[in-house]
C-alpha cells in the first residue's frame, strides 16, 4: 500500500517562501505523473503542479513563474519550491502520485498559510 507523506508546510509572510516534499515511505511502488493539488476554505480542490517521470511539468497559470515542481525518482519523492507567496496561496496542500501498476495515491494534506 502507498503512504504518501507531506512536509513542509507552515506559516509564512507574503513574498516569502516555501518548500513541500512529499514522499512514499515504503519505497516499493513506482509511479507515472506525481503533482499537487490545494484546497481553500469554501473552495474546490484545484490543481496546482503535475510532473511525470520524465520531468516534463506543468503548472496552473496562477503559480507560473512562482512554483517549482520536482522529484526524485530514486526516492518516490515529489517536491514543490513556492515562492513569492500570496495571501491567495493560503490552503491545504496534497501531493498524489499516479502508480504505474495503475491507480492514485494522495497524501494526507500539509496546511500553507500566508499571511504577515
Known amino acids: 500500500q502507498v503512504q504518501l507523506v507531506e512536509s513542509g508546510g507552515g506559516l509564512v509572510q507574503p513574498g516569502g517562501s516555501l518548500r513541500l516534499s512529499c514522499a512514499d515511505s515504503?519505497?516499493?511502488?513506482?509511479?507515472?505523473?506525481m503533482g499537487w493539488y490545494r484546497q481553500a476554505p469554501g473552495k474546490e480542490r484545484e490543481l496546482v503542479a503535475t510532473?511525470?517521470?520524465?520531468?516534463?511539468?506543468n503548472y496552473a497559470d496562477f503559480v507560473k513563474g512562482r512554483f517549482i515542481i520536482s522529484r526524485d525518482n530514486a526516492k518516490n519523492t515529489v517536491y514543490l519550491q513556492m515562492n513569492s507567496l500570496k495571501p491567495e496561496d493560503t490552503a491545504v496542500y496534497y501531493c498524489?502520485?499516479?502508480?504505474?501498476?495503475?491507480?492514485?495515491?494522495w497524501g494526507q494534506g500539509t496546511q500553507v498559510t500566508v499571511s504577515s
Open positions: 510532473i511525470t517521470s520524465g520531468g516534463s511539468t
Open positions: 498524489y502520485a499516479v502508480l504505474t501498476i495503475g491507480g492514485r495515491s
Open positions: 515504503k519505497t516499493i511502488f513506482t509511479f507515472n505523473a
